[in-house]
């Protein structure tokens, strides 16, 4: 029997944050800043730190990300 490992979505994240899943992809995808407060809850959720989240470049936020989301997986909770 093996365990299947589910990947923790980005809508998750953004649940999880208090923010709507099309604002956090507006943010990963470069159409929008990313507010302070809000990094600061992103911080929080994924670990990814708040400078990158407001200073980063769309390119690092996604790479962040994706290795958030990869890590995550199968793992049940964050």
């Known amino acids: ?3 299947t490992k589910e990947r923790i ?3 998750q994240i953004a649940l999880r944050a208090e923010i709507s899943p099309d604002f956090l992809s507006h943010i990963v995808h470069g159409r929008r800043p990313c507010p302070k407060a809000v990094a600061v809850r ?3 959720v994924t670990g ?9 470049s769309p390119l ?7 290795r958030f989301m990869k890590h ?3 793992q049940g909770g964050y």
């Open 1 to 3: 029997m093996s365990a």
């Open 60 to 66: 690092e936020i996604r790479e962040a990300l994706e």
């Open 48 to 56: 990814i730190s708040k400078v990158t989240w407001v200073w980063g």
């Open 9 to 11: 979505t980005q809508k």
């Open 72 to 74: 995550q997986g199968g």
């Open 42 to 44: 992103l911080e929080m």
